[in-house]
């Protein structure tokens, strides 16, 4: 680590301020407002810069990389409209809850007033997607304000912090280096939610307890909350969507609410009460003709035991002490048979993965109208990390990938991704190729966007060939493997399940990224 000079200024008092507290990995996509932070990272060689060539692809892979590292990174953007490219994955980040701090450039001070062609509100951009946003005025305080954005990054549950920083206070003498503060803890147990809890549990009504968050990254937890229900005679679900989801052989199978609007319905609809932990009430991800927004029964009595800003495990462990429940036992999944020479079809891609994800790995699940199919997979698979789409901001799995990889260099990083979606962000796999990460990504290719013409149905549409046309990838078809190849990421493409597997197997025990075209 190199020693503080004695001037600096603010751009590097903020470099060795973040890195103190923590944070070692930087990913990037700057501008010319941002080279004095780009001078100062280079000066100091204290982090590990990774650059995106998209800052959605920046944003996204500094969520996989919390998800995985269970701390923030830092992002650096370049002005508002590096961070309007930058907030479609920030929005699925917020809704993850992760912890994350964005250096926004902004004209110097002095520049401001002139309305320059990259000007704009960078305030005001950054507002709707992050949990705080501040504005540097001096060198001198510049530090102190990052660790304040890392306070609140870090507090519970993760948020998103936004500093915006002007180019001047970056380049000017004076900056000072500025201690860690220590983040907000988790909000403390509520004794009246733990009885009615308990309450719910004991009544004999059909009763489901719905976990999210760090529940159920947490197998101990997730093993606790099994022994609850077993006592209980409870059901346990978790949340449509999850950050992160400890999966596999020797785990608890936890289901999830379905997405589709009719499924989930009828999926809650036994329940007369419900227990929340780190999560709030199911909700639809849109509104339909005829269909309610809230998803449990109107009848349903529904108790919060902790928040998304408390602690689930602990406040799990304080109830199972209560009812006087024991950790349950796991009881694996059973492996389905390894499927024979064939198409590629949604009845046996989940075998096929099943057999084929390797131990300890990370699955990035942006599978889209495949999901219901693909999920399956992690619990008869051996043990691994699944991380979904947490928003429905759509653009997040090779970019999520990209950032776990960075976390988890030793670990292999498989992403099911969705071919349309894989198009909003597919750069990404450049910064794979640069940084020889081991990922895989299997490009789920029925060349369309197949779960919107569900959703033509669900609002009442009879759509005719002009509508479809909108959601068919068909004119022209992609070639996922042509363009991996552009981006220096080998591949191949596979219509076979048999090849499928070998396809994932090999790809995962070999170092670096490799891309395989599905075609289902």
């Not at 001037?7 to 700057?30: D, I, Q, T, Y």
């Not at 609002?459 to 004119?475: E, W, Y």
Request: hydrophobic residues 45%; negative net charge; aromatic residues 4%.
């Amino acid at each position: 680590m190199s020693t503080p000079p004695k001037e600096m200024n603010g751009a590097e008092s903020v470099v060795r301020s973040l890195h103190s507290a923590g944070v070692n990995v930087c990913f990037a996509n700057p501008g010319t407002s941002e080279m004095q932070f780009v001078d100062a990272l280079d000066r100091t060689k204290l982090m590990r810069c990774v650059l995106g060539l998209f800052e959605g692809v920046v944003t996204g892979a500094a969520d996989g990389y919390a998800r995985m590292a269970g701390k923030p990174a830092v992002t650096l953007l370049h002005l508002a409209p590096g961070f309007a490219n930058a907030a479609a994955n920030l929005h699925n980040a917020r809704k993850a809850r992760v912890p994350m701090v964005n250096l926004v450039g902004d004209h110097a001070l002095r520049h401001q007033k002139y309305d320059a062609p990259l000007s704009a509100d960078v305030e005001a951009a950054c507002a709707p997607f992050s949990d705080w946003v501040k504005s540097g005025r001096d060198a001198g305080s510049f530090a102190a304000d990052a660790m304040e954005a890392l306070r609140v990054a870090k507090g519970r549950p993760g948020r998103i912090a936004s500093l915006v920083a002007p180019a001047d206070i970056g380049w000017d003498e004076g900056g000072k280096i500025a201690a860690e503060i220590a983040p907000d803890g988790p909000a403390a147990q509520d004794n009246d939610a733990l009885n009615d809890a308990v309450h719910a549990l004991e009544s004999g009504d059909k009763t489901v307890i719905i976990a999210g968050n760090s529940v159920l990254e947490d197998v101990a937890a997730v093993a606790l909350l099994q022994g609850i229900a077993e006592k209980t005679g409870a059901h346990i679900l978790a949340p449509t969507s999850n950050r992160r989801m400890e999966r596999g052989q020797g785990r608890l199978a936890v289901e999830k609410i379905p997405y589709p609007i009719n499924a989930a319905l009828a999926c809650l609809a036994p329940y007369s009460r419900a227990v929340l932990v780190e999560t709030t009430p199911p909700v639809a991800f849109f509104a339909y003709p005829d269909r309610p927004s809230l998803l449990l029964p109107e009848t349903c009595e529904t108790v919060t035991l902790t928040g998304v800003d408390g602690d689930g495990p602990a406040a799990l462990a304080a109830l199972a002490d209560r009812i006087g429940a024991k950790p349950g036992t796991a009881r694996d999944t059973t492996m389905p048979a390894r499927p024979q020479t064939g198409a590629i079809t949604m009845k046996n891609i989940a075998a096929a993965l099943a057999n084929a994800l390797p131990e300890d790995s990370i699955i990035i699940d942006e599978a889209v109208s495949s999901g219901g199919d693909t999920f399956p997979a992690g619990d008869a698979a051996k043990p691994n990390s699944w991380l979904a789409l947490t928003g429905g901001s759509i653009g997040i799995g090779i970019p999520l990938s990209t950032g776990a990889a960075i976390a988890c260099p030793d670990r292999p990083v498989i992403t099911l991704q969705a071919d349309g979606s894989a198009m909003y962000t597919i750069q990404g796999l450049w910064t794979q190729a640069r940084e020889g990460s081991n990922v895989t990504t299997i490009i789920l290719a029925n060349q369309s966007y197949e779960i919107l013409k569900g959703e033509l149905h669900n609002v009442g549409a009879q759509p005719g060939p002009d509508a479809l046309s909108m959601l068919n990838l068909d004119r022209p078809e992609l070639d996922f493997v042509a363009l991996a190849r552009g981006m220096g990421v080998p591949g191949r493409r596979v219509e076979d399940v048999q090849d499928l597997m070998r396809a994932i197997e090999e790809a995962a025990a070999e170092p670096g990224p490799f891309l395989i075209e599905a075609m289902i």
